[in-house]
């Protein structure tokens, strides 16, 4: 093997490093953040959508109830996140990778 | 005058009376009328006597009349039907128990009874195309202002949902990292189709209650019935909806002058307090006093129904519809 090979080895292994580092530190955090953000929004549309799951009557839950067949998976990871959820702070928490 | 005329009022003043007599009024000039009831508890099959469902039939003995009433009992039913059926097609068995659970609780709320009847009245008045004039019997004073308020209300509350979902949709397809597929996509999203639809329905239904239709109170000459209509109209107002006109009903016919037997006498009293009563009705409420009829001795059905038609003077022609359509 000679120099050239070895030094085109080292920064293959160097680059892969760099980008592995880069994506744990910076791109996944940033993108799982933005998901989760996405999946709060979304629970606040769904939870606007039927109140009265949680017993709060809505004059609208007749008609939000037509958006049942679409919002299946919706619907269970909502159920899902809600029964997960123990505080605001955990949620908020969860991105930290400690 | 506008193709749809709305009669509402305190329980008990004769709205339906009103309405079906107005009915044949605009049916004899030579419109084809539709007379729809909205109230739960109806009486338009007993006026005309002769039994009415939920689509229209023709009235016996009335050329150009027909007459339907709305159940909000089949209406809900038919509505959660639908539901389960789309359900059935797309999700999962495993989640259909799950979401039938909220479907069915959706389906009991107190708002679902109005929410069905006002969906099968802006059909109505979606389909309306056969007719020119639908005369509507709406249920008392204060459901029937709750379902005339809804359409803007609604029209907030799905712009408010639609905005929720697309900011969903929108860090969703944010999140997705290069060639990731983002877990949700904006274009032709059903549920963004969903609530598009349903605005623009509660945008219609805004649109021909403000353009097309005209409303009237039916009273009695008594003063809760006086206080209950100064109440409605100045809801309704809250609503941007005018009121064209009162009728009052139900008056005590006077006496001769020369009778003075205990019958003449408590005649002659309550026709002084009637006469009051409407004083104040010309005097304090805005919309005119359009009709005044007399209370009769027997039930208003069959002839008698010309004769209070002939005493209600709202003119019948129709324009087109200018929203509708």
Known sequence: ?98 | MEPFVFFGGKGGVGKTTVSCAYGVKSARSGLDTLVVSTDPAHSVSDVFEQSFGDDPQPVDGVDGLSAMEIDPDTEVQRHLNGIRQSLSDQVSAAMVNEITQQLEMAHQTPGAYESALFDRFVDVMRESDPYDRVVFDTSPTGSTLRLLGLPEFLEGWIDRLMHKREKSIDLFEKAAIGNNEPRRVMDGDPVLNRLRERKEFFEFAGGALRSDAAFFFVLNPDQLSVNETRRAIGEMADNDLAVRGLVANKLTPEPDDDEDGRGARYLRDRVNTETERLAEVRETLDPPLVAEIESRTAEVKGSLLDDVADELDVETAAEAPTFVG
């Open chain 1, 1 to 98: 093997m000679d120099l050239s090979d070895r030094i085109e080895r080292f920064r293959r292994i160097v680059r892969e490093w760099a980008r592995g580092l880069y994506h744990g530190l910076v791109t996944h955090p940033a993108y799982e953040k933005i998901e989760k953000e996405a999946e709060d929004v979304e629970d606040a549309f769904i939870l606007a959508c039927f109140p009265d799951a949680f017993g709060i009557p809505s004059p609208v839950s007749y008609y939000t109830a037509e958006l049942l067949p679409f919002l299946e998976d919706e619907f269970e990871a909502w159920e899902r996140r809600l029964w997960d959820r123990g505080t605001y702070l955990e949620r908020k928490g969860q991105q930290y990778h400690f």
